[in-house]
């Protein structure tokens, strides 16, 4: 090959190479859109981003803000910008929420004092930080642009000056330098990318066009060349592995940048490896395109499930619960639905922000009116509060007294009017109770030690009737006269009744005894039963009413007498129209005496009746009495 063929080859080999490369670049114009949207939809998670942070606390909120920093400029302006609008819509709200808190105890908002202040102002200043740091970074890569700029601009110059010199092999060194620390310039501006690009490649163009380089040199350098891109294609064809799609064509895009910067390959291989890696490029688009539909379909599919969220969402916000237990599991629906939508998954780009939205409107609805409801709550415990304070202050106020029978019943309807007071606000509600019931703990001990003495004294009072119904029983055995026996045993029934209170368990079994030693003194001297009822009323109707069914049989004997004596009042009626008509007769005066007798007897009954009437009624008295005194005690008893 004779040096004009030479230069012919090169001429088109650069002009092929130039070729291929403007082909490269036109599929990546054909292909950029997808490209575009692929890394706009890779972008587009902001509503699984705010999603995560909206269930931080401000200082967890705080700390994104601080790892921010530790980002490029550019990344933590972006960590920032959506960790801002989160932490200070959650800002104020805590705060109205702490200073309608203090306002309830203070007359005024003068010392209120926000905990997050502080938190706030921080995060204020790492935003200002970044903003610096990002402006900084800006200048800094426009400083770096136009610095690469004048440094192709003076590689152009060198290359324009090799033009007009002869061919050595330190003017092709040179070429090769020029290239090689172009393809290491990067940044540039935007406008002068394309004007860079065509100067230097007419340069080369013309430097090869005017110059008989070594062919054996041009040979080894097409071949590395050739290695170079027949390496990128298989760069390429890797790419089909990997899972981000992002990072798929970021890292094609810079292939085909590299490829471009490649120099000539031999004439033979020139179209058989653009062709390769073209094909590996469509494949790799292909591939990916397939996959980007997939993500879309189920990003259209999450969009719809997050849809049916916010009408789920919205069922739950709208209505206004009105017990503690609604709201509490309502809550627990509106967590289940918040964690239902973290599990579904981006949404188209278009979409995002508005679904993420409406969501979140309505998960705020019904924050916000729990928290009314709760605050309104609050108010009402405060309320509970005050009214079991005053409880609390009427019991400490009767805990000392002594009279443990009436104090017992008030400090009892006390207790029933705490039971009918609501809950108290959480943090004091062991603390109330602890006081009343320490107050009511406190009155009642005092009245377990006082009837535990009382118990003492009534098992004395059961040993000293045990002791005189054995005296009655030695009297019934006696030889003793009528008129003494019934002297000593009105004197000793007398003791029976100074006696006082035995235990309850024996109550009956010591009545009894009683009795039947009483029975059998009466019955040893025949009294009877009238003259025993007129000297012993009290003590036979007291008998009477202890016995089983002694209420029944008082109450029969009180009937039995209240008709005697209206049937004697009858009489007495009677007895005096018939002294009125016999007055006039012949024998009326013995007639008349006759009637007095029995009108004086018939007086007479009914008084002694009325007697017994009043010794009946006295005796249910008492006995009634001691029933309400015994039922007291045990009261206490349980109570204590």
């Not at 209240?562 to 009489?571: G, H, M, P, S, V």
Request: net charge negative.
């Amino acid at each position: 090959m004779n040096e004009e063929q030479e230069k012919k080859e090169e001429l088109a080999n650069s002009e092929s190479t130039g070729a291929n490369e403007s082909n490269a670049e036109s599929a990546d114009k054909s292909q950029d859109d997808l490209r575009k949207e692929i890394l706009q939809e890779e972008d587009s998670d902001q509503d699984q981003l705010n999603t995560d942070l909206s269930d931080l606390s401000l200082t967890d909120l705080f700390k994104k803000g601080q790892e921010a920093l530790m980002h490029r400029p550019k990344v933590a302006m972006k960590w920032l910008n959506t960790i801002r609008p989160v932490f200070f819509d959650k800002f104020h709200e805590e705060k109205k929420t702490a200073l309608e808190a203090y306002m309830e105890e203070a007359e005024d908002a003068e010392g209120f004092v926000f905990e997050y202040e502080k938190l706030a102002d921080e995060l204020n200043e790492i935003i200002v930080k970044a903003k610096e740091a990002r402006t900084e970074e800006k200048k800094r890569i426009e400083e770096e642009k136009q610095k690469n700029l004048k440094r192709k601009e003076a590689l152009l110059d060198t290359l324009s000056s090799l033009l007009e010199t002869d061919e050595t092999e330190d003017s092709i060194q040179q070429v090769k330098e020029i290239q090689k620390e172009w393809k290491n310039i990067r940044a540039l501006p935007k406008d002068k990318v394309q004007d860079l690009w065509d100067k230097y490649h007419m340069l080369l163009d013309t430097f090869y066009d005017n110059h008989s380089i070594n062919i054996e040199l041009k040979e080894l350098d097409r071949k590395k060349n050739l290695e170079q891109k027949i390496e990128l294609t298989k760069k390429v064809d890797a790419l089909a592995s990997e899972k981000s799609l992002k990072k798929s064509f970021i890292l094609l895009n810079k292939y085909h940048e590299e490829f471009k910067n490649i120099g000539p390959v031999p004439q033979e291989s020139r179209e058989g490896i653009w062709q390769a890696f073209k094909a590996a490029s469509d494949k790799i688009y292909e591939i990916k395109r397939e996959i980007f539909e997939k993500n879309q379909a189920k990003r259209q599919e999450n969009l719809e499930q997050k849809k049916i969220l916010v009408e789920k969402m919205t069922l739950v916000a709208q209505p206004v619960y009105d017990q503690v237990k609604d709201w509490n599991q309502k809550t627990k629906e509106v967590e289940d639905l918040f964690q239902q939508w973290r599990a579904i998954g981006p949404v188209p780009k278009a979409n995002s922000d508005e679904i993420w939205s409406q969501f979140k409107e309505q998960r705020n609805t019904f924050y916000n009116q729990r928290k009314n409801y709760f605050r309104e709550d609050y108010k009402r415990k405060k309320a509970n509060l005050i009214l079991k304070e005053d409880l609390c202050k009427r019991v400490e106020n009767i805990k000392d007294n002594e009279n443990f029978n009436e104090t017992t019943q008030e400090i009892l309807n006390i207790q029933k009017e705490w039971k009918k007071i609501g809950p108290v606000p959480d943090k004091v509600n062991q603390a109330i109770w602890n006081r009343f019931r320490a107050a009511c703990d406190h009155f009642f001990n005092r009245k377990q030690e006082a009837f535990s003495s009382k118990i003492e004294e009534e098992k004395e009072n059961l040993e000293k009737k045990k002791q005189l119904i054995q005296k009655l029983e030695e009297l019934g055995k006696s030889d003793k006269d009528e008129q003494k026996v019934f002297d000593e045993f009105k004197t000793l029934s007398s003791e029976w009744k100074q006696i006082g209170f035995v235990p309850r368990k024996s109550l009956r079994s010591i009545n009894k005894s009683f009795d039947d030693a009483s029975d059998a003194i009466f019955k040893k001297f025949n009294k009877k039963k009238e003259d025993l009822k007129i000297s012993q009323l009290g003590d036979h109707y007291s008998k009477i009413i202890h016995t089983p069914n002694g209420k029944q049989r008082i109450q029969s004997e009180e009937y039995k007498i209240k008709k005697r004596i209206n049937f004697l009042n009858e009489e007495i009626l009677n007895l005096e129209q018939n002294m009125s008509f016999f007055a006039k007769s012949k024998t009326a005066d013995k007639l008349l005496k006759d009637f007095e007798q029995k009108l004086e007897k018939a007086k007479s009954q009914i008084e002694r009746l009325k007697e017994e009437l009043k010794v009946i009624r006295g005796a249910k008295h008492e006995a009634k009495k001691e029933q309400e005194q015994e039922e007291t005690v045990e009261e206490s008893k349980q109570d204590a």
